[in-house]
């Protein structure tokens, strides 16, 4: 894999990735992310191409010796690259994460991000399903349950829980089986960070994960995977890629819009605010560390509320 030799002798990455797992409890696939934009930074410093063609070393002196301008004529040429402004923003976070740890550890005597302007992501609006276009995936998860495939009732089960709760892929995938309080209708969710919640959920979750519990689940499980609430067929946890192939198949099979598994996390939001939910709820619902982050689906709600007005309103 590109790039392993450097974390063997870069002492600075190897601090760093150890400090956002074990201290900020960042997900794995963030700490890649921030250990390859640091790379990127240090390779343009060094003037090549790759990072396996110089040593660790190396990097951490590029690293030490970058410069607020440094930092600001590599986000320029990006841009004019034409990377995404979501990709500039992350590319961003993780400089400025990184120097401000390296200063309060010690690793650095300066911080030359501490100036250095935040990048917005591109504010788009998330992609959501109608409550029709819901419920026929919803209906033909159940009836492909009929031929009594474990799979297709995993499949139910985790379909309506992700409706039901917004959780996302990741959080469902690690679910384990204690989590689940079928009597309450409550599930314990670990968000980003390791933060917990306890999400509600409705009667059509329960009934599916009842049914999930009782008839798939047992089929499936493996002495190895007890705890693990979603198994695939070999028995083992359930990865994301499988929820996720899962949910567009439901989607092609009910001929709806084909959206990735997050989207319904996107729809769960948007039909709780349509339905009266307040802002504060949705939030705790869906583990928004910033209230900001919430207050997107709104706009969704407003787009369409406006998109109805115009086709209804005789003096639209």
């Not at 951490?60 to 320029?76: G, H, S």
């Not at 139910?156 to 989590?179: F, I, P, Q």
Request: proline fraction near 3%; hydrophobic fraction near 45%; include cysteine.
């Amino acid at each position: 894999m590109p790039g392993t030799g450097v974390d063997e002798v870069s002492g600075l990455l190897t601090r760093f990735a150890g400090y956002l797992r074990h201290e900020r409890g960042l997900a794995e696939n963030t700490v890649r992310a921030y250990r390859g934009d640091l790379l990127h930074l240090a390779t343009r410093q060094l003037g090549v191409a790759d990072a396996e063609d110089v040593a660790g070393a190396e990097i951490d002196d590029a690293l030490a010796t970058v410069t607020l301008a440094d930092l600001r004529a590599w986000l320029a040429s990006m841009a004019a690259e034409g990377l995404s402004r979501t990709t500039l923003a992350r590319r961003g976070a993780a400089v400025r994460s990184f120097y401000a740890w390296a200063r309060i550890a010690g690793a650095l005597v300066d911080d030359p991000a501490a100036r250095l302007a935040s990048a917005r992501p591109a504010s788009t609006l998330p992609e959501v399903l109608g409550p029709s276009d819901v419920a026929a995936m919803l209906e033909i998860a159940q009836a492909r349950c009929d031929d009594g495939d474990p799979i297709h009732l995993r499949d139910w089960a985790a379909a309506e829980l992700l409706y039901a709760t917004g959780m996302r892929v990741g959080e469902l995938a690690g679910a384990n089986l204690a989590d689940v309080d079928l009597g309450e209708r409550l599930v314990r969710v670990i968000g980003k960070g390791n933060k917990e919640r306890v999400v509600p959920f409705g009667v059509p979750a329960a009934e599916a994960l009842a049914t999930w519990m009782t008839q798939g689940r047992p089929a499936l499980v493996r002495e190895h995977t007890d705890a693990a609430l979603f198994l695939g067929r070999r028995g083992n946890r359930v990865d994301q890629r499988q929820i996720r192939d899962a949910i567009h198949e439901l989607c092609r099979c009910a001929g709806v819009s084909d959206v990735a598994p997050h989207a319904l996390r996107h729809t769960a939001a948007t039909h709780l605010l349509t339905g009266g939910s307040d802002l504060r709820s949705v939030q705790e619902v869906l583990g928004h560390a910033s209230l900001t982050t919430t207050q997107r689906y709104t706009h969704v709600s407003a787009e369409r509320l406006r998109a109805t007005y115009q086709l209804a309103h005789p003096r639209a």
